[in-house]
């Protein structure tokens, strides 16, 4: 009967593990650069202006939710909130310590030939498609899938030019226990991913 009791003692612990308690938790979304660009100036500049980023998901409230064993939501906002200023102040931060300075502007109509007008060395614009997360308790494990995806506008003087990139990343990690400290690490993770390749190939 041991046995019995250790099967029902190792289930139970499971359960509670995956029985988060339900409400909204606010995830600290930032981009932490894992390596350095030092050919990031020579192809941006050194002064970088960033166009209103636009969050064009049917749901903008959110980032994510998480259903626990009984069936109860746990919903994630972003910080800071909107997401869209969570998305541009993250990578301002980054790009600083990149030796890239940023300054924001209340417009950009994304086209070559309002670059001449931008006292920058080069603009960028982000529209958000997808962000979102989402975990699903079961017995023994939690799946976390997370799925981002970004249409990047960059306008370089220099160049007289703008490019424009769609990136988009896909995860799906199994986690003994989900919580919100472990799904704001992933997302970050992912950001960092997704940044880092961009910058060191911007065009």
Not at 12 to 27: C, D
Not at 59 to 70: A, D, R
Request: charged residues 25%; glycine residues 6%; aromatic residues 10%.
């Amino acid at each position: 009967m041991k046995w019995i009791r250790c099967l029902l003692i190792i289930c139970l612990s499971f359960f509670v593990l995956g029985s988060a308690e339900a409400g909204t938790y606010s995830l600290n979304l930032r981009y932490q650069s894992a390596k350095a660009f030092p050919s990031l100036q020579t192809n941006i500049g050194s002064t970088l202006a960033m166009a209103p980023f636009k969050d064009e998901r049917p749901e903008t409230l959110y980032i994510g939710l998480h259903t626990n064993l009984q069936g109860d939501f746990s919903y994630f906002k972003s910080h800071p909130f909107p997401l869209e200023k969570a998305i541009q102040e993250s990578l301002s931060e980054g790009l600083a310590r990149n030796g890239v300075k940023t300054t924001s502007i209340s417009h950009w109509d994304g086209k070559p030939e309002s670059l001449k007008n931008i006292e920058t060395d080069s603009v960028m614009m982000i529209e958000i498609k997808r962000f979102w997360t989402e975990g699903k308790a079961s017995l023994f494990r939690t799946h976390v899938k997370t799925a981002v995806k970004f249409v990047i506008h960059l306008g370089v003087k220099k160049e007289g030019k703008v490019f424009t990139r769609n990136v988009e990343m896909e995860r799906e990690v199994p986690v003994a226990r989900s919580t919100p400290e472990r799904v704001e690490a992933m997302i970050n993770q992912m950001l960092t991913d997704i940044f880092d390749s961009y910058f060191s190939s911007p065009y």
